[in-house]
């Protein structure tokens, strides 16, 4: 015990010194510093003008109808990125079609892990760990209440990992109303997985639980707000077939599928690296989503037969990707991961070739019925 406690002392003495010079060569401090970069040019007059000029391209077929709203793209920024409602103009700008914030909590939180954020680049994947760090509704709301543009901008949702389990639905309201006159749509966010204490109900009274008030509170609005449910890749089919069950059977309008992955399987990184991250709690996204993630919107996709839109997001990272997504049944599709290794120019590309792709097919149906 007496060897014990001074070895720990000194160790979190050079953990102080080394922690600054270990972040500053991270990849949390790579995304930060591309992220102030996006705060500066929305600082400096036509900063935002210029990069909108840079990504402004044809993309007539790229807008659709949703929700009952009009998305100027398909393509949209997915959460993650923007926890506190920074980034709506620049994300506008980028020619993202919409962007949702958060994940929101009620309260600010700060990661209990640092870093958060390592590269996979073998993988084209990230993986991300710790407590989701967000500055708290109040700070979200100061962000984006001033915001007119033509984007539609979601709330992604969820209780701080303070909050008990069993308390959640009350975390959920509480972020629900203050934003609801500022949001254009919720996600429910039930795939909180990235940290030791990860936060994934899967039974439908504990989901009910939390959606009920939301779709009481919206009854009495003048305004309709549509509610997504957020899920995780690792459910089992059968979860998946609920979460699908639970849309069809009650008011929500859509899901949002997936979230990170807690799996670790089909990595290509070296054994020493997976093995080393695969000890820490994280969630796991880019490339080695895909193929899960278009197997559950497939399967939502079928089982309510079409008749509900889809988020489609997972590893997403070119146009056929996202054209894969669209037609295993997405009506959209969020970018995240493929957005933070290459920012701007793989969206602008991706934007261009998800367009022509888009425009081709609808030319073969107008032949087709014409023949
Ligand atoms: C760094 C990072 C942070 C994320 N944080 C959140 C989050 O706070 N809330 C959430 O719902 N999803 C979060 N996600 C998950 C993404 O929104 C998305 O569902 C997932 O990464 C799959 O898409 P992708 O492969 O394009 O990244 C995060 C993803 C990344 C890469």
Same mark, same amino acid.
């Given at each position: 015990?007496?060897?014990?406690?001074?070895?720990?002392?000194?160790?979190?003495?050079?953990?102080?010194?080394?922690?600054?010079?270990?972040?500053?060569?991270?990849?949390?401090?790579?995304?930060?510093?591309?992220?102030? +970069?996006?705060?500066?040019?929305?600082?400096?007059?036509?900063?935002?003008?210029?990069?909108?000029?840079?990504?402004?391209?044809?993309?007539?077929?790229?807008?659709?109808?949703?929700?009952?709203?009009?998305?100027?793209?398909?393509? %949209?920024?997915?959460?993650?990125?923007?926890?506190?409602?920074?980034?709506?103009?620049?994300?506008?700008?980028? %020619?993202?079609?919409?962007?949702?914030?958060?994940?929101?909590?009620?309260?600010?939180?700060?990661?209990?892990?640092?870093?958060?954020?390592? +590269?996979?680049?073998?993988?084209?994947?990230?993986?991300?760990?710790?407590?989701?760090?967000?500055?708290?509704?109040?700070?979200?709301?100061?962000?984006?209440?001033?915001?007119?543009?033509?984007?539609?901008?979601?709330?992604?949702?969820? &209780?701080?990992?303070?909050?008990?389990?069993?308390?959640?639905?009350?975390?959920?309201?509480?972020?629900? +109303?203050?934003?609801?006159?500022?949001?254009?749509?919720? #996600?429910?966010?039930?795939?909180?997985?990235?940290?030791?204490?990860?936060?994934?109900?899967?039974?439908?009274?504990?989901?009910?639980?939390?959606?009920?008030?939301?779709?009481?509170? +919206?009854?009495?609005?003048?305004?309709?707000?549509?509610?997504?449910?957020?899920?995780?890749?690792?459910?089992?089919?059968?979860?998946?077939?609920?979460?699908?069950?639970?849309?069809?059977?009650?008011?929500?309008?859509?899901?949002?599928?997936?979230?990170?992955?807690?799996?670790?399987?089909?990595?290509?990184?070296?054994?020493?690296?997976?093995?080393?991250?695969?000890?820490?709690?994280?969630?796991?996204?880019?490339?080695? /989503?895909?193929?899960?993630? /278009?197997?559950?919107?497939?399967?939502?996709?079928?089982?309510?037969?079409?008749?509900?839109?889809?988020?489609?997001? %997972?590893?997403?990272?070119?146009?056929?990707?996202?054209?894969?997504?669209?037609?295993?049944?997405?009506?959209?599709?969020?970018? #995240?991961?493929?957005?933070?290794?290459?920012?701007?120019?793989?969206?602008?590309?991706?934007?261009?070739? /998800?367009?022509?792709?888009?425009?081709?097919?609808?030319?073969?149906? &107008?032949?087709?019925?014409?023949?």
């Amino acid at each position: 015990m007496c060897d014990y406690v001074p070895t720990l002392n000194r160790m979190s003495a050079i953990d102080s010194i080394l922690n600054p010079i270990r972040y500053i060569f991270s990849d949390d401090f790579t995304l930060r510093v591309a992220q102030w +970069r996006l705060a500066l040019l929305s600082r400096i007059p036509m900063g935002l003008a210029l990069m909108r000029k840079r990504n402004t391209i044809p993309t007539s077929h790229l807008s659709l109808e949703a929700f009952g709203m009009k998305f100027p793209s398909r393509i %949209g920024l997915g959460a993650g990125y923007d926890r506190n409602g920074e980034f709506v103009k620049a994300m506008e700008a980028t %020619g993202f079609g919409f962007i949702e914030i958060g994940t929101i909590t009620p309260k600010p939180q700060k990661s209990d892990t640092a870093p958060a954020l390592h +590269r996979l680049e073998n993988d084209r994947a990230l993986l991300y760990c710790g407590q989701t760090q967000c500055d708290g509704v109040e700070r979200v709301i100061e962000n984006i209440k001033q915001y007119r543009g033509n984007i539609i901008v979601g709330c992604n949702i969820a &209780k701080n990992d303070s909050t008990a389990d069993d308390d959640a639905p009350q975390d959920y309201l509480r972020l629900f +109303r203050p934003l609801y006159q500022y949001a254009d749509y919720f #996600t429910v966010n039930i795939a909180r997985n990235s940290s030791a204490k990860p936060y994934v109900p899967t039974n439908r009274d504990e989901i009910m639980a939390i959606l009920t008030p939301l779709f009481e509170f +919206r009854r009495g609005q003048n305004q309709y707000r549509p509610i997504l449910l957020k899920i995780s890749p690792d459910l089992s089919d059968e979860q998946v077939d609920l979460m699908t069950d639970i849309m069809i059977d009650t008011p929500l309008d859509g899901i949002v599928a997936c979230a990170g992955t807690v799996g670790r399987h089909g990595l290509e990184n070296s054994t020493s690296t997976v093995h080393a991250l695969g000890r820490k709690a994280g969630a796991l996204s880019g490339a080695p /989503l895909r193929e899960r993630a /278009l197997e559950v919107v497939r399967r939502i996709h079928d089982r309510a037969q079409g008749t509900y839109p889809i988020i489609g997001c %997972g590893g997403i990272s070119t146009a056929d990707d996202a054209l894969a997504m669209l037609e295993a049944g997405a009506s959209l599709v969020q970018v #995240t991961t493929e957005y933070i290794y290459n920012g701007e120019r793989s969206i602008r590309d991706m934007r261009a070739g /998800l367009n022509e792709r888009l425009r081709k097919a609808q030319q073969r149906q &107008k032949s087709d019925a014409t023949e």
